[in-house]
C-alpha cells in the first residue's frame, strides 16, 4: 500500500489552493464543483479550506478539531481568508479563519492544530467501525446530473443497502446513513479531505423526515483523532433529535485498518416546516 | 409549580452580571466561585457570561446554539467582553464574543439565537432522559471543602449509584456519569443555566480512567432546544472515545416533564500522559 508521502495532488487539491498575499491572509477559489444548486459551497469544503490556511498560520501541523459557522451564504468565487494566532501551548496551537466574499465575512473556523506524529497519550476507543457488506454489494450514490450537488460526481459513496430510504422517498424512520467514501479519481484520504467526507454525505435527517432539499448547516466541529491509511474510508452518520426543523447530526469516520479518523457533530435546520408536534 | 417569570435572581445571575460599557462591550467579573483549583473559571460559567452579552447585542432572545473555545487560561477578575453581529435571518440571529482580560483575549464564543416562544417545525426525538432512581436514592457529589471544585457547594447534584466508581478510585470502565442536577437555592433552571450544567459534572472519563483531576476543555457547544420547567433536571455524559489523550465528552440534559433541554459535545485532554496503547 502507498505510504502517507505518496498521497498524490489531485482535483481537491487544487481545488482548495490558497496563495499567500499577506503574513496573515490568503486568496483562494471556490470552485463551482464543490456547490449546491444556486452556487453554496459544500460546508466541508469550506472547512478544507480554513484549515489550509490555518496550517500555514500556527506552528504544528495537524488539525486536532475545527469549528466552523455559516452564518452567511458563500457563492462560487473569489474568497479572501484572514487568519489570526490565538494561544499555544507546547503540543497544540490555535487559530482563527475569517472567510470573506466581496468584503462580506461570511464563514470563521476556530481550530487547534498539533503534530500526530508525535502526540503521545492513552488511548482506550469504545466503538466500532459500523457494519457493512463489502462496498461492492453496497448501493452507490444515485447521482443525477442537474439535481444532485455535483461533487457526488468527484467522490465515490456506497451505502448500506439499508440506509436507501431516503433515494426511494420511502425513509425507514430511523436518522442513519452508513457506508463507504473515497475520492473517485482512487487518491487516497488524508486529514483534510476527512474534514470533506464529514459533510459530503447526504443528510441521515432524508432517513426520518424524506429528502427536503438543501439543509442548511449553522455550525459544524469534526475532531480528529489519526492520520488515515489507504483504501476506503467508513461512514456512520445519525441524528436522533429534531425539535422545531432543528437537528445534530453525529458522525464517525474510520479507516481501512479500523482506526477511528473523526468523529463530527453539527446542527442543520430544515428548510420547510413541516406539520409535526411541537414540545 | 412556578411559571418561568417566577425565576428569581440568585447568585449565579448576581455572578453572571454584565454592565455596558459601548454598543458593543461590555464589563463583568469572574468570581472565585466558579473556579476551579488554581483559580481558572468554569468553561460553562463563561460560557453562560458570553451568552449574556450576545443576548444584549443580538435581535433573537435565546440562545439556540454557542460554541466557546478556550485557548489561553482565564482567572478569577474582571473581564471585558466585546460583541460582534455576525449574521441574521427572519428565525435566528449569529454574533461573536470576545472575553478579554488584561487586554489579552482568553477565550471566544460564537452563538446563534432564536425566539423559542415563536419558532415552529417538525419535533421527532429517538431519545429518552436516562433512566434513574428517585433523587433521594441517588449519591450526592462527594463535596471536600478545598480540593472540590468551590462551585459544587452552589450546586445540587445526585449521581447514579453505578457511576461512582470515579469517586472511590475504582472506575468501572464505561464512560457514563448520569444523575440529576439543580441551584442549592432551589432557583428553577433557565437557558443560561444549562449552559452551566452542560459543563458542571465531573468529567465522564474518570469513569474510565479515574479521577485525574483538572481535565482542560479546548471547544465545547451546547445546542439547547427547549426552555426548561421547574424542578429538577436530568444529565447523562458519555465518552467513547479517548485518543492520545484527547477524548470527546457528549450530554444530553432533559427537564422534570422529560423535554429535551440541551444535548453538548466537548474536546478535552487528560493533563497527565498515561501508559496506553497508541493506534
Known sequence: MASQADVTTNFFDEDTTLERTGDNSFSGFFHETWGLAGGTPNGGYLMAIAARALQETLDHPHPLTITGHYFKRSDTGPVVVETEKLGRSFTTSTGFARLIQDGVQRTHFTATFTDFDHAVGQTIVHAEPPKLPAPEDCIAHPYVAGRSPKFQEKIDMRFHPDHMGWAKRTPHGVGEMAGY????????????????????????????????????????????RNRPRPGWLRFRFTTRMLTRGIFEEDGEIWDSEDRLIADSRQIQKLMVPRKGVDS
Open 181 to 224: 467514501i473515497r475520492f473517485s479519481d482512487g487518491r487516497d484520504p488524508d486529514l483534510l479531505s476527512t474534514l470533506l467526507f464529514a459533510d459530503a454525505v447526504p443528510p441521515a435527517v432524508f432517513n426520518v423526515v424524506g429528502p427536503t432539499g438543501w439543509v442548511p448547516t449553522i455550525e459544524l466541529t469534526t475532531h480528529l
